[in-house]
């Protein structure tokens, strides 16, 4: 009989082909769905994954906001990568990401429209704990009535989200915005505005730190001894949810 076992040590190779494959993976099998559909699948390959580089007319805009979009992304990937090593799995890093993103926009709004080089440190700040205590719910109640902290943290992205809603529509609503459901625009004073490395990218200081933390991230995995801890922890909880599941 056939039988699935985990490798004991990861191959290195695959660790840089899995990205390749899961985009080609994806591109085929999103062909196949708009082949079914009556669709030319290599016009919708070329729109969806070319066309926002190469594009002529959009292109340009495209790839300046990919850095900017991506910042993010890196951060939020970084932190889950961490706690999945460790057996941790936060599927609601969506939530936390908007309920840190609403405290620190809360803060910068608050002091709207001072000009200090404190005020984005504080927004940082802000956001870090705001979206600290989003994520400290599904733990809390995961460590109080052992709830499924899948479930919880997922869940708590569509309170998240509904929270934001509120926000722009109530305390945090633009009083020059005519009725839109939006808060003033960070932009309009440097103290709030991440400050630009590489215009033509859309490349700010964002960017860099979020790359700076995901090399961080690996020299701990990796070389670190707190790292070493995170990954033992996460490796011995696989023999006891195996247990588990056989005697249930």
């Known amino acids: 009989m056939l039988r699935l076992e985990p490798r004991q040590q990861p191959s290195k190779i695959m660790r840089w082909l899995t990205p390749i494959l899961a985009v080609a993976i994806t591109m085929v099998m999103g062909g196949f769905l708009f082949a079914a559909m009556g669709k030319d699948p290599f016009e919708a390959i070329r729109i969806i994954f070319l066309d926002p580089f190469f594009h002529e007319t959009f292109g340009p805009y495209s ?23 460790a057996g941790v799995w936060n599927i609601g890093a969506e939530g936390q990401f908007v309920m840190g993103a609403i405290a620190g926009g809360a803060v910068g709004l608050a002091l709207y429209p001072a000009d200090g080089i404190w005020v984005l440190p504080l927004m940082t700040l802000a956001g870090a704990l705001g979206g600290m205590a989003w994520a400290m719910i599904p733990a809390l109640l995961k460590i109080k009535f052992n709830t499924n902290e899948i479930l919880v943290s997922l869940m708590l992205v569509y309170v998240a989200y509904n929270f934001l809603a509120a ?23 440097d103290a709030t505005s991440l400050p630009m ?15 700076a933390l995901v090399i961080a991230a690996y020299v701990m995995m990796e070389r670190h001894l707190l790292g070493f801890q995170i990954r033992l922890t996460g490796e011995s909880r696989a023999p006891r949810n195996s247990q588990a599941l056989i005697r249930r």
């Open 63 to 85: 790839r300046s906001q990919l850095l900017v979009k991506a910042g993010p992304l890196i951060l939020i990937a970084t932190g889950l990568s961490i706690g999945f090593r």
């Open 167 to 189: 926000m722009v529509t109530g305390p945090l609503k633009n009083p020059d915005g005519y009725g839109f459901p939006e808060s003033r625009s960070f932009t309009s004073v």
């Open 197 to 211: 490395i590489y215009e033509p990218l859309g490349m700010h200081a964002g960017v860099m730190v979020a790359l």
